[in-house]
Nanobody, 118 residues
Framework: QVQLVESGGGLVQPGGSLRLSCTAS????????VSWYRQAPGKERELVAT????????NYTDSMKGRFTISRDNAKNTVYLQMNSLKPEDTAVYYC???????????WGQGTQVTVSS
């Protein structure tokens, strides 16, 4: 069974921090680049960050640069998203996506809710 499971979401105050995890099973995780996306109610899904297969390169949407950090541990089949200095506009469901573009394979997790509010 191919599966991606996000965890670590919850309610935090503005300025606070949160770390999300995405754990994979049922496929060779190290073959896949991984991205975090988010979607707020009534808005389109947007890309947050991307990390390459070995973790050698990362990319971030401009509004998240300096606040969010993506990392991975292939031995644990896990990707992380460390979120600092959180703002109310960061409130959304956050999704994990694994992609092996060469063979056109892509998998999505179920999402985890992040709410930033006082």
């Amino acid at each position: 069974q191919v599966q991606l499971v996000e965890s670590g979401g919850g309610l935090v105050q503005p300025g606070g921090s949160l770390r999300l995890s995405c754990t994979a099973s049922g496929f060779t995780f190290s073959n896949y680049a991984v991205s975090w996306y988010r979607q707020a109610p009534g808005k389109e899904r947007e890309l947050v960050a991307t990390i390459t297969r070995t973790g050698g390169s990362t990319n971030y949407t401009d509004s998240m640069k300096g606040r969010f950090t993506i990392s991975r541990d292939n031995a644990k089949n896990t990707v992380y998203l460390q979120m600092n200095s959180l703002k109310p506009e960061d409130t959304a469901v956050y999704y994990c996506n694994a992609e092996w573009r060469r063979v056109k394979k892509r998998y999505w997790g179920q999402g985890t809710q992040v709410t930033v509010s006082s």
